[in-house]
């Protein structure tokens, strides 16, 4: 089981702003840089946001980041239907010396 | 462009041994920390294990410790994953991914496309 916890699944209407929250501890989310991967069916995951609240080359400012103590915060603004995927949460862990992801929550557009 | 091709997988039985390899391509191999990331069929992610630039430090999973050993050849810019003592829920796809966290092993932006390891008799 990991250590990190998201929600299941979230959903909204095209257009309108999902969030996805990503809760850890203080060995990991704490003190460590959070990222967040998108992963549609059948593919490698795609990394969104790291160092908390930054963005790759070629990810729209549509994707946000934010941490706030042992927790952290994936914002997706003016969903698209192409935004339908798997979402992890990821960090480095101090005590288990070893990264971590969250469990994962898909994403669905109505 | 980074380019990761991961290789090996296949089946094998409960107990039994395999190595993947991971060939890295368009960047300087040597400079990078690695790691393996595995996803069960119909799962969430699960970080395997890393290795730092020189291979000095070496991380596992609880899951994989004592199992699993990480290695890398930077001639040959190849990192590998030796795995033995396999069991069924070790069954899932393995990528294998570029650290670009500074050896942080916080993020990783590159990532390969997977090879399918079956745990199976």
Not at chain 1, 17 to 23: A, D, E, F, R
Not at chain 2, 80 to 109: H, I, N, P, W
Request: proline share 4%; aromatic share 10%; glycine share 14%.
């Amino acid at each position: 089981q990991s250590v990190l916890t998201q929600p299941p699944s979230v959903s909204a209407a095209p257009g309108q702003k999902v969030t996805i929250s990503c809760s850890g501890g203080r060995s990991n989310i704490a003190n460590n840089y959070v990222s967040w991967y998108q992963q549609l069916p059948g593919t490698a995951p795609k990394l969104l946001i790291y160092d908390n609240n930054k963005r790759p080359s070629g990810i729209p400012d549509r994707f946000s980041g934010s941490r706030s103590g042992t927790s952290a915060t994936l914002g997706i603004a003016g969903l698209q239907t192409g935004d339908e995927a798997d979402y992890y949460c990821g960090t480095w862990d101090r005590s288990l010396s070893a990264g971590v992801f969250g469990t994962g929550t898909k994403v669905t557009v109505l | 462009e980074v380019q990761l091709l991961e290789s090996g997988g296949g089946l094998v039985q409960p107990g039994g041994s395999l190595r993947l390899s991971c060939a890295a391509t368009g960047f300087t191999f040597s400079s990078y920390a690695m790691g393996w990331v595995r996803q069960a069929p119909g799962k969430g992610l699960e970080w395997v294990s890393a290795i730092s630039v020189g291979g000095v430090n070496t991380y596992y999973a609880d899951s994989v410790k004592g199992r699993f050993s990480i290695s890398r050849d930077n001639s040959k810019n190849t990192v590998y994953l030796q795995m033995s003592s396999l069991r069924a829920e070790d069954t899932a796809v393995y990528y294998c991914a570029k650290d670009d966290g500074g050896g942080s092993l916080e993020y990783f932006q590159h990532w390969g496309q997977g090879t399918l390891v079956t745990v199976s008799t």
